[in-house]
């Protein structure tokens, strides 16, 4: 009797950690998910999530390419998704654990089919534009009416941004992020990987670069909320995070988002699963978990990012649906352009010329 | 006298289990006591260099590890494939120069005012009586007890536009527009300042604490005024606290990162923060590792040549 009771308490003992260890370690954008979706996934499946956050693709790839990096699931843009999955960095995802697939927009994921053949390696998470965010009184102050507000010469005219310079401009840290909008404004090709083009988009930026305070790509968001900046080129649903939180704050702060007409980029950010992924069933379940649309819905509602489930349309605040600088109407939709893969060695001239920007070297 | 026996094992069991093997291997006990700092090097310093050193000869590449491996092995032939042209960047593109030059100054002048701060500081808390010198040491002590991190942000909340020190100046009517401070070169200052002070008062107040009153009143005595005792015998004799908290203010420095991230515009260019562009933003390992191994050079090596130069000084 008491060998038995030993024995089956052993047993308890061996096999109790293996189910109470179920974890998930998630390493997704900063300001990228409602506050309450991962209680509810940990509700829902008893698999406990250790979330951790970056701000820009290059920290993220960075890491994957280091290897063993212990992340389940990751959220990269489709252009550097693209790439990674050449380098084997992705497991293809199995798409019977993942039947809430079927609720995506095909038209959508066909788009994001050009990064990533038949879908087979990713999903679509949220998707967005990257614009310009401003502070409307004080670039009206400084600028006047006539602010050209719907174009990029808002901020990359020199002569304007010298007149933002005292109240702060800030720029997203990322080359590839920034440079197919000024490209459009040159009326160069966005997708160009011409390096005589390269350079000119580059001396743009380095025009304006004695302006401008800071180059960062998550600190605007609450720098534009508190009037600390006063225009920062960055993601629209960020911006809108910032809109929100000036009001919750209630400081007098009024935040525009503008797409500007001469086009900008239209990026996907993708879920995938690293092919040396720790737990990579519970990734599966989570990635089926956020495609339900009332979870997705939550999402969009709380980051202000469209995301790529039709049905979880009329879950979201009308405010958010209707607004055409997050849900962007057709003629605008068809001015965004896809973001662009550039081979090894354009990708390191842009870095080259981008560090060169960025320190006023 | 009887010694007083170790409960457990007695002395020479120790002996007979432990060091008599190794010596019988031809190892004795100076060698053991070397051996341990000797591995240390090597396993945490050594192996880490060459591994940096031999990433730097490579060519990056989109894959994992994203580099291109250095040389091919065929089972008959090994093929090495060294890309030299890592260092010749470094010397092509003026940025690292610059980098090296801002940071070993900026290190450099955050040393110098640490010492013109922390020089008085230390002179008070040794020359105070007992129980307000603990006081006072312990209140230099204890910042390290709230992370560094935490007190790097906070002055971020001091900095900025609408932060405490501007509210302040704009309140009491000395300014009517803020002043710009945070993410300039004066806010990396201060931040190295306040964050490495305690690593210049400690050894000041180490040596200060040890100085002989009597040498300062046979000063007294002799007729120099303070301020010559103070140049010809205090200052002299707290050299070795001098240079003990200037190297450990001016080596870290050089090299930090936090401070010029969190508090630094983009005309910071400190080095620490062109390694972290070329490792992260840029995927970069081979010239990141080429960047870390010309730092060392430039740092590490002249300092050893100073110390060896001082050492024969000293020895003749």
């Known amino acids: ?361 | 006298m009887p010694r007083a026996q170790a409960p457990g094992m007695s002395a020479p069991a120790l002996w007979r289990w432990t060091a008599a093997p190794l010596a019988r291997l031809g190892l004795s006990g100076r060698t053991l006591v070397i051996l341990v700092p000797v591995i240390w090097l090597l396993v945490f310093f050594l192996i880490p260099f060459l591994v940096v050193a031999k990433i730097s000869l490579s060519e990056p590449m989109i894959a994992q590890p994203p580099y291109a491996p250095l040389g091919t092995w065929d089972g008959l032939r090994l093929t090495l494939d060294l890309n030299f042209g890592n260092y010749a960047f470094l010397l092509d593109d003026p940025l690292y120069l610059n980098a090296y030059v801002f940071s070993i100054q900026t290190a450099f002048v955050s040393a110098a005012l640490a010492l013109l701060i922390g020089y008085p500081m230390a002179w008070y808390i040794a020359r105070s009586p007992e129980p307000r010198r603990t006081l006072l040491l312990l209140l230099v002590i204890l910042p390290f007890w709230t992370s560094f991190l935490l007190r790097v942000y906070a002055w971020q909340g001091f900095l900025r536009s609408n932060g405490v020190i501007n509210n302040f100046l704009i309140a009491t009517g000395i300014i009517d527009t803020p002043l710009v401070m945070l993410q300039t070169n004066f806010a990396v200052y201060l931040g190295i300042v306040y964050t490495y002070l305690p690593f210049m008062i400690l050894p000041l107040y180490a040596t200060l604490v040890k100085l002989d009153d009597s040498l300062l009143e046979a000063s007294a005595d002799l007729g120099a005024r303070p301020v010559a005792t103070f140049f010809h015998v205090t200052l002299p004799l707290s050299m070795p606290g001098v240079i003990a908290g200037f190297m450990l203010v001016f080596v870290p420095a050089i090299g930090e990162f936090v401070i010029p991230e969190l508090l630094g515009g983009p005309n910071t260019l400190m080095i620490g923060k062109v390694l972290w562009g070329e490792f992260f933003s840029n995927r970069d390992w081979p010239v990141a590792s080429a960047v870390a191994i010309v730092m060392l050079v430039v740092v590490v090596v002249p300092f050893m040549l100073l110390r060896n130069a001082q050492a024969r000084a000293e020895a003749e």
């Not at chain 1, 697939?101 to 050009?114: E, I």
């Not at chain 1, 999903?123 to 009206?140: E, M, P």
């Not at chain 1, 304007?160 to 160069?188: R, T």
Request: proline residues 7%; hydrophobic residues 45%.
């Open chain 1, 1 to 361: 009797m008491t060998r038995l009771l030993s024995l089956t308490l052993v047993s308890v003992a061996l096999a109790s950690p293996v189910a109470a260890q179920q974890t998930l370690n998630i390493y997704n954008w900063s300001d990228y998910i409602a506050e309450d979706t991962i209680t509810k996934f940990e509700e829902a499946t008893g698999i406990k999530v250790v979330y951790d956050v970056y701000d820009s693709n290059e920290v993220l790839e960075a890491k994957l390419l280091a290897g063993s990096s212990g992340y389940d699931l990751v959220v990269p843009t489709s252009n550097f998704l693209q790439r990674q999955v050449k380098a084997g960095i992705y497991m293809p995802l199995d798409k019977a654990k993942i039947p809430n697939l079927g609720n995506l927009d095909p038209g959508l994921m066909k788009s994001a089919a050009a990064y990533d053949a038949g879908n087979a390696h990713s999903a679509i998470y949220l998707w967005g534009t990257t614009g310009i965010g401003y502070n409307i009184d004080k670039v009206a102050e400084r600028l006047g009416d006539a602010a050209p507000t719907d174009s990029w010469s808002l901020v990359l005219d020199p002569a304007n941004a010298a007149k933002l310079a005292d109240c702060g401009i800030s720029i997203l840290d990322s080359a590839v992020e920034v440079m197919p909008g000024v490209l459009a404004w040159l009326g160069l090709p966005p997708d160009s990987t011409d390096p005589d083009d390269i350079e000119k988009a580059m001396a743009a930026l380095t025009a304006i670069r004695p302006y401008v305070r800071y180059f960062h790509s998550s600190q605007y968001i609450t720098d534009l909320a508190n009037g600390e900046v006063c225009l920062s080129i960055g993601w629209s649903g960020d911006v809108f995070i910032a809109m929100d939180r000036a009001a919750e704050a209630g400081n007098g702060v009024n935040i525009g988002y503008t797409i500007p007409s001469e086009g900008t980029l239209q990026w996907f950010d993708m879920m995938a699963i690293p092919a040396d992924a720790p737990h990579p069933d519970a990734a599966h379940a989570f990635i089926n978990f956020v495609l339900q649309p009332e979870i997705i819905a939550d999402i969009t509602n709380y980051v202000f990012y469209p995301n790529a489930v039709p049905a979880s349309k009329e879950m979201i605040d009308p405010e958010i649906t209707g607004d055409p600088a997050i849900y962007p109407p057709q003629e605008v939709l068809d001015k965004l352009f896809p973001a662009t893969v550039y081979d090894a060695r354009t990708d390191r001239l842009i870095n080259r010329l981008w560090t060169q920007v960025r320190t006023g070297q």
